[in-house]
């Protein structure tokens, strides 16, 4: 086996087939397009394959996502979930909610399937119960990272995935010399999960990277 590194143009043409390789249809197109207007944050393609993938790996009939956004998101874990699974999805901005709404909606999805709460995720996080949940996805407001982390572990049942995206902030995490508060709040997000006993975590560089964190 080659253990030569490849190179950055390498790496990059890389990146940007592993990001398109499954493809994104007209409802998810018309979710980001939605999420650029309102300003919110999506996940990219790559990551919501991978979690489309989490989801139906570990059979998913309860999952949490921190911050709805547009709905990007929510429709890959959907289409990953158990049938008879719903996704609680908390984000402050009901504007927000209200375009996931018109996603779910166009992707048929039954009313049933998402349980949408307004709110901080600060807030809303405490009130849900110990190792109920499949899946949680931690995917907005990088500064409250390390209490919704928190939170997620306990939500979590043994064998449950914690995902935690936009974990390398454009690439700033990698790089030892950038240390303003944004990026060290993120990064300790990392350290802090590699050496919790309680769980196995990795590193994807998919999308601006997916820290997944399985809870023993």
Same mark, same amino acid.
């Given at each position: 086996?080659?253990?030569?590194?490849? !190179?950055?143009?390498?790496?990059?043409?890389?990146?940007?087939?592993?990001?398109?390789?499954?493809?994104? $249809?007209?409802?998810?197109?018309?979710?980001?397009?939605?999420?650029?207007?309102?300003?919110?944050?999506?996940?990219?393609?790559?990551?919501?394959?991978?979690?489309?993938?989490?989801?139906? =790996?570990?059979?998913?009939?309860?999952? *949490?996502?921190?911050?709805?956004?547009?709905?990007?998101?929510?429709?890959?874990? %959907?289409?990953?979930? !158990?049938?008879?699974?719903?996704?609680?999805?908390?984000?402050?901005?009901?504007?927000?909610?209200?375009? =996931?709404?018109?996603?779910? =909606?166009?992707?048929? *999805?039954?009313?049933?399937?998402?349980?949408?709460?307004?709110?901080?995720?600060?807030?809303?996080?405490?009130?849900?119960?110990?190792?109920?949940?499949? %899946?949680?996805?931690?995917? !907005?407001?990088? %500064?409250?990272?390390?209490?919704? *982390?928190?939170?997620?572990?306990? %939500?979590?049942?043994?064998?449950?995935?914690?995902?935690?995206?936009?974990?390398?902030?454009?690439?700033?995490?990698?790089?030892? =010399?950038?240390? $303003?508060?944004?990026?060290?709040?993120?990064?300790?997000?990392?350290?802090?999960?590699?050496? $919790?006993?309680?769980?196995?975590?990795?590193?994807?560089? !998919?999308?601006?990277?997916?820290?997944?964190?399985?809870?023993?």
């Amino acid at each position: 086996m080659s253990t030569a590194e490849p !190179s950055g143009h390498g790496k990059v043409a890389a990146w940007v087939y592993s990001e398109a390789f499954v493809p994104e $249809d007209e409802v998810l197109l018309r979710a980001r397009e939605r999420a650029s207007e309102l300003g919110c944050p999506a996940v990219l393609p790559g990551v919501g394959a991978v979690l489309r993938v989490l989801a139906a =790996a570990t059979n998913a009939h309860a999952v *949490v996502e921190v911050g709805t956004g547009a709905g990007v998101a929510a429709l890959w874990l %959907l289409r990953g979930m !158990s049938y008879d699974g719903q996704l609680t999805t908390i984000d402050r901005e009901v504007e927000h909610q209200r375009a =996931a709404r018109t996603a779910f =909606a166009e992707d048929g *999805v039954a009313p049933q399937r998402t349980r949408i709460i307004p709110g901080r995720p600060g807030d809303v996080l405490p009130r849900l119960a110990d190792g109920a949940y499949d %899946l949680v996805l931690v995917a !907005s407001d990088p %500064l409250g990272y390390p209490e919704y *982390v928190n939170e997620a572990l306990r %939500l979590l049942r043994p064998g449950g995935v914690l995902a935690v995206d936009g974990a390398l902030l454009r690439d700033r995490v990698a790089d030892p =010399a950038r240390r $303003d508060e944004l990026t060290t709040v993120v990064r300790e997000v990392g350290r802090t999960l590699r050496n $919790d006993e309680r769980v196995l975590p990795a590193m994807l560089p !998919s999308g601006d990277g997916l820290l997944l964190a399985v809870r023993r």
